[in-house]
């Protein structure tokens, strides 16, 4: 379970060829290795959203190269991204994206059915994850009903479904309070320790700060102002 990102000469631009076009992301060179978590940090409009969803294949760059474990990603047709997404990366999106109206089990299940796991077992990995996350007993809640912290830990399990060696979480404990910022960091804590690599936006100093953190990147106007390792980089 293991997958290296590289960014090598990265800038993306919105508006593009107009009057009022912007580079969200400027010249952005970055090694992650697999394993560990690192969080992205800087103000609002620094960069940070759209930097993951270049990394996590949800956006194409503008211009220069995004590699996986050594492959160009960056100019793959959609469907062949569409299926790389699905096997590598997880995500947790700011305001989670649950599907109102459906319930926890089948929010959770969505992101496998395109893979065409049969049911039953879909099934039973989505009520482990559950079980896992402390929601077994809201499996068939909708997800309207849910608390933050529950919405979170929704959100959590659905990034989870596919086994993906990478997790991206945009923003996590921006709707949450200390109480859960810490729940949330103790479930990051427990993925760190599977091996999976962990790639988290914040402005939170609780996330920035927290002793788990293996790195902190900071961006500003699209550009990486300082990269700190916080300790020895995973193995």
Same mark, same amino acid.
């Given at each position: 379970m293991t997958a290296r990102v590289e960014l090598a000469g990265v800038r993306k631009a919105f508006n593009e060829d107009r009057s009022?076009?912007?580079?969200?992301?400027?010249?952005?060179?970055?090694?992650?290795?697999?394993?560990?978590?690192?969080?992205?940090?800087?103000?609002?409009?620094?960069?940070?959203?759209?930097?993951?969803?270049?990394i996590g294949c949800l956006a194409r760059p503008t211009e220069g190269r995004v590699r996986l474990d050594g492959r160009d990603i960056s100019g793959l047709p959609e469907p062949f991204r569409a299926a790389l997404r699905r096997r590598t990366f997880g995500?947790?999106?700011?305001?989670?994206?649950?599907?109102?109206?459906?319930?926890?089990?089948?929010?959770?299940?969505l992101p496998a059915y395109p893979l065409g796991t049969p049911r039953r077992p879909l099934q039973r990995r989505a009520l482990e994850l559950l079980e896992r996350?402390?929601?077994?007993?809201r499996s068939e809640a909708h997800v309207e009903s849910l608390s933050g912290g529950e919405a979170q830990r929704t959100a959590i399990a659905r990034a989870l479904i596919n086994d993906p060696p990478v997790l991206i979480a945009d923003e996590p404990t921006?709707?949450?309070?200390?109480?859960? !910022?810490?729940?949330? &960091?103790?479930?990051? =804590? #427990?993925?760190?320790d599977e091996g999976r690599t962990l790639l988290l936006? !914040?402005?939170?100093? &609780?996330?920035?700060? =927290? #002793?788990i953190v293996d790195r902190v990147i900071e961006l500003r106007d699209g550009r990486v102002i300082a990269d700190r390792a916080r300790r020895a980089e995973p193995r």
């Open positions: 009022n076009a912007f580079w969200a992301v400027d010249g952005v060179d970055l090694s992650l290795p697999a394993g560990g978590v690192t969080v992205v940090a800087g103000p609002s409009g620094s960069g940070k959203t759209t930097l993951l969803t270049l995500f947790v999106f700011q305001r989670f994206n649950l599907i109102r109206g459906l319930p926890v089990l089948e929010n959770v299940m996350l402390g929601l077994e007993h921006a709707n949450l309070d200390s109480a859960l !910022s810490r729940a949330f &960091l103790e479930i990051v =804590a #427990a993925l760190r936006s !914040s402005h939170d100093p &609780l996330v920035r700060e =927290a #002793a």
